[in-house]
């Protein structure tokens, strides 16, 4: 992946040039950004929805405003009220006087007749609001009125200046008698109809405050959610958050110059679109796994200045009838808010298959991809760069031409070649240079990664930090190879063999066979060269230990051959070496002694003579692909190839074992020292092999057996 150690920090939450403290309207800039990104990519529904909730808040909100400054100007009028003289002077009501309801206004009804006292019954309500009823006492009786609230102010107002106004006495309704209480619940209900608007609405300023508020908090949650998702899988990368240069990217000078020329081509469209070159700008990177496509495209962001949309292809595989393709559009919205940017679709091999005959929703998916990358597009959307990177693979993969066709450039990447795999392993050491021994030979590691690619070396050197760390120590060679074997083997044990000592027998003759096999056929190319014989064995070490990762009771760790082009003989060797252990375990237990521990090597060796025989026509008159006439379902192999392979995998297994009877005594020999040391490098196998030879031959020349050649210097195994 890209060293975008920034990116996994939220833009809003951090500032992109390291600072501690952004700037705040620059986080309300990026938030209002995030906002809108996420707006333009929901359905007409979704943002109908929205839209009608944030109308909702304000509204609900002013409502519930409104009514409370309503209620509070109810309340200064009571509080006016109350603040009348004599407003203390009684608390109770006269119980003996006849109460009845009062015909008109309550301010007709003072001035027309005589009052002896005014009495205010008040019951608090919600927050600031009261319940009153006033009972006006004249001429032995009182009679009752519920004002509206216009009614309740002018009376306020006038309470203060006329004559009537020192009558007036307030009782809240919590001290009245029993009596006073069933009265006015009475009152009540004759009032029921005619109370004070304030006193309905406050039940309404309420309700309405509460959904404001809920209606607030739902929208930032639901907002604050699926930002939060969307920006897992759908945010752009700034430019200035990629951290490292295209100058990091140490031994690919041919991938840098196809980005360059991406950067000039897109720098300079108009001197391009004068020769005619005005498409869509449409980039495919292709090549193995770890190769660094995703880096090179967040360095080629920085090198343009524009933010990059990182997405897994993967992540289209929705598993319904327009997932995918809606995924798309949703990314196609949310670039084209930002004009000019780049969208890169990773893990994208899927997409380059052919259509038809596979999952609809699949193919809805490439159709969409499609539409994008066609070249149909607005002038608006001529600035957005598709970059696709996949590991598609040509030979294995037939590719869907119209997809093709789309990308008006197309980056393969590759794995490193020797120099290039010791300048990225010593780039990597650099960066902890203080920690790496001194004059550390990087020639044996830089020979056993063949095939691996940068991110691989990369993980190998951090795997070799780890252990230099436990062990308290330096990076050094063997520190280096430990974490080679760790990376590329995986984790070993001892304990699942250690005490069954029949499997570890039977392994260390398997692995054996592998060994010599290999060994004989080396050993003839040498010459008699053990230097170079020991410098061009693929393997590295043999071993006993379990190996969980391919569930295999014992493993030969070995380099990947350094040959693109393999001969029908390497085949055939490549065959007798798989063959190698099963044959060992025939010699030694009988045919009835082979074990299941040869499947994998068996499977093996049966696709390597399908290859050879079906797809690359050996061992037959004609050299015709017969393997091309199937298609992905149909794998059956017919007859005529069945039995060549047959025929040639007899040959093949009986040279193997014709090889391995003349060297059993050897096989004894080293089956006994692996089982003794659990683990043998190539060097120490080498080393028992000379030692065991020149043993062999004193013997021989002690007891005649060498006739001629007694007189020739026996083999030097210490050399």
Known sequence: MSDL???????????????????????????????????????????????????????TAGYSFMVLQRQAAVAEQVKAMAGAKGADSMWTLDEKLPVVFGTGSVLGFLE???????????????????????????????????????????????????????KMVFIPRGELSATSLDMLEKLDERFAGARP?????????????????ALTLGLLGFLAFHLKGQFKSLRFIEPNQVHGSIEDLVGMDDIKSEVRQIKDQYERRAAYAEYGINKPFNVMFSGPAGTGKTKLASYLAKELNLPILFHSAANLETGYVAGGSNTLGRILAIAKRRKRCIVFLDEAQDLFMKRGGHRKFDDDTQNMLLAILDGVRTKNDAEIIWIVASNFNAESM?????????????????????????????????QRAVKVAEGLDLRHFVEITEGRSPADLETIVNQAGITAVQ???LIDADTLMQAAERVMVGNVNGNTTKERERDRRIIAIHEWGHFLVDFELERKRAAGDWDKLQAEMKTIKISLKANPRNNALGFVFHKQGNNLLKTKADIEHDVRVLLGGMANEELFFGEEGTTNGAHNDITRVTKLLHHAVAEMGMYRKTRLNFGALNDGSNRTVDEETRSIM???????????KATLSRLKPLTEHLAGKLMDTSEMSLKEALYEIRAFEAACFSFDSRVGLNGASTAQAAPDAAA
């Open 471 to 473: 062990a308290g120590d």
């Open 398 to 430: 037939q590719m869907d031409e119209a997809m093709l066709r789309r990308f008006q450039m197309k980056v393969d990447f590759r794995l490193p070649n020797k120099e290039e795999r010791r300048a990225i392993v010593e780039y990597y050491l650099a």
């Open 112 to 166: 027309q007749h005589p009052v002896q006292r005014i009495t205010v019954v008040y019951k608090p309500l919600m927050w600031n609001v009261s319940e009153r009823i006033i009972l006006i006492e004249s001429n032995g009786t009182q009679y009752a009125y519920y004002p509206s609230d216009m009614e309740t102010k002018i009376f306020a107002d006038k309470a203060v200046n006329a004559s009537w106004g020192g």
């Open 5 to 59: 150690s920034a990116a996994d920090k939220d833009p809003v939450d951090g500032n992109a040039s390291g600072n501690s403290t952004p700037s705040p309207w620059l986080s309300i800039k990026k938030l209002g950004a995030r906002l809108s990104d996420w707006f333009s990519i929901q359905s007409v529904a979704v943002k109908a929805m929205l839209i009608a909730v944030a109308i909702m808040i304000p509204v």
């Open 646 to 656: 047959e025929m040639q995998s007899e040959r093949l297994y009986g040279e193997t």
């Open 197 to 213: 608007q304030s006193e309905k609405d406050g039940w309404k300023a309420g309700v309405s405050g509460v959904l404001s508020a």
